[in-house]
């Protein structure tokens, strides 16, 4: 297994438009978070998946963040009517359930909003 | 609502030497699990350790160990005998002790550089 796979690695796109990301987890993991990270902070916590359900979201999020997961494997990452505050990186990881499971992090995708 | 502070943004530390990272937590969970990530500057986030708050001895993993004072509410990273490729961001997070909570808290992070 080559671990968490993330696509693209960058993105600009222009105010307005709307972008999609991809994560590709861990194949035996059933855990699946979408983490965006700006610098200087610590990630901060969007949304997750247990298997193909989404169990929680952030508060935070508004409606213009969407998440996917619809075979419980890949998920998706959809930004709509995009603004300067969304860049980022966003991060994705995944895990087995249990509390004391650690993340495996893939390699985020940068946004820059222009 | 959960809250992990990390209060050293930077720290150095001489190759060989061992070096401390802070990290303190705020919580109303009863049961919960304090984990240290290191984050390279190629940004992949690795996953170094784990405790749990109900845990009596301190989780140790190779040359890393978690310093739990449950007291204090402190889960200080000890890293031992520095080595150049230690030099990364650390990252200490917390999450509920619920098989279905899925959601971890982080704080800001502390910049190691080890010196040669």
């Known amino acids: 297994d080559t671990g968490v796979s993330q696509d693209p690695r960058h993105k600009i796109t222009k105010r307005g438009q709307n972008v999609t990301f991809r994560c590709d987890p861990i194949?035996?993991?059933?855990?699946l978070y979408w983490y965006r990270q700006t610098l200087g902070q610590g990630p901060e916590f969007l949304t997750y998946?247990?298997?193909?359900?989404?169990?929680?979201k952030s508060r935070l999020l508004s409606d213009r963040f969407s998440a996917e997961r619809p075979k419980g494997s890949f998920s998706t990452l959809e930004i709509q009517r995009t603004e300067q505050g969304d860049s980022a990186m966003y991060l994705c990881?995944?895990?087995?359930?249990?509390?004391?499971?650690?993340?495996?992090f893939g390699s985020g995708t940068r946004l820059t909003v222009v | 609502a959960q809250k992990i502070t990390q209060t050293q943004p930077g720290m150095f530390v001489q190759e060989k030497e061992a070096v401390t990272l802070d990290c303190t937590y705020d919580?109303?969970?009863?049961?919960?699990?304090l984990f240290w990530y290191k984050q390279p500057s190629s940004g992949e986030m690795i996953f170094l350790i784990y405790?749990?708050?109900?845990?009596?001895q301190n989780a140790t993993e190779g040359r890393y160990s978690l310093n739990f004072q449950k007291a204090r509410k402190s889960a200080n990273l000890v890293i031992s005998a520095s080595q150049l490729g230690d030099s990364a961001m650390y990252f200490c997070?917390?999450?509920?002790?619920?098989?279905?909570?899925?959601?971890?808290?982080f704080g800001d992070g502390t910049t190691l550089t080890v010196k040669p």
């Open positions: 990881a995944s895990s087995v359930t249990g509390y004391n499971r650690g993340y495996t």
């Open positions: 194949s035996e993991h059933n855990r």
């Open positions: 998946f247990q298997n193909e359900a989404q169990l929680e």
């Open positions: 919580t109303s969970d009863q049961s919960y699990g």
């Open positions: 405790q749990g708050s109900y845990d009596e």
């Open positions: 997070a917390m999450r509920e002790a619920n098989t279905n909570a899925g959601k971890s808290t």
